[in-house]
């Protein structure tokens, strides 16, 4: 009797092995000299395979991008949807958001530069992980108003001053600007702008 045939990998494996692959590629050689050839040959088949899950390079580093901010917004949204303080809760997503982008910075410089160029470029990636965040934001600030922390007479003015006032802690560009500072004067710099953001917020005057 002759043994099964192993299954074929499923489209999510090659998919994911596509991504580790290519990600390994930019941090060996940088984005600009990856090639869909040299990651094909790696992974085992053709370059015209690859192409069948990510249609361009650009494709792939959206996708290799996406990858690591998944969590960053997983981060937020149980932020978000905890049992605490409106205050507490937007300062810990800001909080969270510049000690995620500072950490892949430090540990995985390759990797955000690819986030930082789709940032530039106002890539689709960019976007959306943009306006996810803007919506768990936005979710904390109506929690907050409804529940009498934060006297808000215009939620899109006061989402727009969230945004202005942490920029240099949220933008990944301005993340990388800094990246000489040391790392504990951008948490106390992080720390005092949060502090000043929510005596705006409950001062009735935006």
């Known amino acids: 009797m002759s043994e099964p045939k192993p299954a074929p990998p499923s489209a999510e494996s090659v998919d994911l092995r596509i991504l580790d692959l290519a990600a ?6 940088g984005a600009a000299r990856l090639t869909i050839v040299a990651v094909a040959r790696e992974a085992g088949m053709s370059h015209g395979n690859v192409y069948r899950y990510f249609p361009s390079k650009e494709a792939l580093f959206d ?12 981060d937020c949204r149980r932020i978000a949807e905890a049992p605490d303080p409106a205050f507490d809760k937007l300062e810990r997503i800001i909080v969270s958001i510049h000690r995620s982008y500072r950490d892949k910075l430090e540990s995985d410089a390759e990797i955000f530069d690819l986030f930082c160029r789709s940032f530039e470029e106002g890539r689709t990636i960019a976007r959306k992980h943009r306006t996810r965040i803007q919506s768990e934001i936005q979710k904390v600030l109506e929690e907050g108003t409804g ?14 001053l969230v945004f ?25 710099r992080c720390d005092r702008c949060v502090r000043l953001m929510l005596r705006i917020l409950a001062s009735g005057k935006i």
Request: net charge positive.
């Open 164 to 188: 202005d006032a942490a920029y240099r802690f949220m933008s990944p560009v301005s993340i990388r600007l800094d990246r000489n500072v040391p790392r504990g004067q951008m948490d106390g």
């Open 147 to 160: 529940g009498g922390m934060f006297e808000i007479a215009d939620q899109r003015r006061a989402l727009a």
């Open 24 to 29: 390994d590629h930019v941090r060996r050689f």
């Open 63 to 74: 996708a290799v991008t996406e990858q690591w901010l998944k969590p960053v917004e997983s």
